[in-house]
């Protein structure tokens, strides 16, 4: 019970900025290396088994998502109710958003694995899997609607686990895992010969030990996150709404991608697909580092407000801010002169497609000169449960714009267009959050 005060004094006492020091490397880490295991699964099968399986997987990624998603939904949306509850003294509440939590995502894990073994074939079809990566398509996707359930307890569990205080075993489950899945996806691949069978056993027994060490802490003598009976349809509902930003933040990207390769198809052809490729791929890590440190003032934050400190929520957010901008101008210079570096990263490329790619890259990595400061502006609302500020800033850059701009910038500026979709997404979307946060603090 002593240890039980003084880490939650940790959280409204110590100086915000040793705090936020604190939870920084863990949550990038973390958030990083789950965009890593997809990097490494794309080089892996490019070179393993080639680019039939490349189309196969990137077909079957709004479906890891959706999993995924659906653990950070009841993960992230408990979890900072959790944390507001705790910050108010109220233990029993508290766990009862844990409790609720996890009922949650355990349906969720369930429902994820019975409808998509029933309707596997359906899927496939919805999803767009042609004849020429049918056999790759459902060799991946049987292991993965399969393993459904630990995708979504994974994300779940590392939500939990970081709002109570234990940041560092989040990092360790979750880097433990993509470890196993690096190593695996080569033992299975090149070795095994498994194909892309094997290429998604390798994600899933990474994802599996990721669970079992983050269930680790339910053994530890620091753990708060006992279950009790204090569940009720207003608990579900708040998590719902609290996590219905970062779900759609999960699953959009996949939406996006879609969007994006259909009209780069039309407009310039398979090439455009490629250069798109080495960007989204690029922009996956830079999105992932910007979730990570937008998660690690969230604990702060939640916890603060719940206790009724505001200076100290306030001082949380300006940091945050700040480290967000500095990385955004990091990245955006990174893009702007070192585009045929990039290129390089993934490919060799060609004249043409570099004569494409190093305008593309210069153009959309612009983006990011604002994007950290949405994905922080959105957790800080997320945080301080306002879920729907959270979610306007969300759906915006997310999926309203981007669908909306994708359709008509390119008729305006050509193939120019399509990469100038996700930087003016960004910047209008910055002008919004810009006034949420001006009402709010003033």
Known sequence: WHEEIMKQNRLLEDPVRSVFLSYLLPSVSATLVTSIYILADTMMIGRGIGSVGIAALNILLPLYSTFYGFGMMCGIGGSVLFGFSRGKGNEREARGYFTTGLLMALGFAALSLILCNVFFDPLLKLLGVTPAMRDHAVAYGRVLVTASPMCVMSSFLQAFVRNDGAP???????????????????????????????????????????????????????????????????????????????????????????????????????????????????????????????????????????????????????????????????????????????????????????????????????????????????????????????????????????TVLVLVLPAVLGVNGIWLVVTASEFITAAVAFFFIRRETH
Request: aromatic share 10%; proline share 3%.
């Open 168 to 402: 560092k075993l989040a990092m360790a489950g979750v880097i433990s895992g993509g470890v196993t899945n690096v190593i695996l996806d080569y033992v299975f691949i090149f070795i095994m010969k498994w194909g892309m069978g094997g290429a998604m056993l390798a994600t899933a027994t990474g994802t599996t030990l990721t669970v079992l060490i983050l269930s680790s802490h339910f053994l530890s003598k620091e753990n708060h996150l006992k279950p009790v009976w204090n569940v009720s349809l207003k608990k579900v509902f708040e998590i719902l709404g609290n996590g219905l930003a970062s779900f759609i933040l999960e699953v959009s990207n996949g939406f996006v991608m879609l969007l994006f390769n259909r009209q780069l198809l039309a407009y310039v052809g398979d090439l455009g697909v490629v250069v798109y490729g080495i960007i989204s791929n690029t922009a996956l890590v830079v999105t992932s580092i910007s979730n990570g440190m937008a998660q690690a003032v969230q604990p702060l934050l939640s916890a603060n407000y719940g206790a009724g400190k505001r200076d100290r929520v306030h001082q949380g957010l300006g940091l945050g801010i700040r480290v967000s901008l500095a990385a955004g101008l990091i990245f955006t210079a990174s893009g702007f002169f070192f585009p045929t570096q990039l290129a390089y990263l993934f490919l060799e490329p060609t004249e043409e497609i570099l004569s494409m790619a190093v305008p593309a890259i210069r153009l959309y990595f612009l983006a990011f000169l604002v994007s950290e400061w949405n994905i922080m502006c959105s957790t800080y609302f997320q945080s301080v449960v306002q879920p729907k500020r959270s979610l306007t800033i969300t759906l915006l850059r997310g999926v309203v714009l981007n």
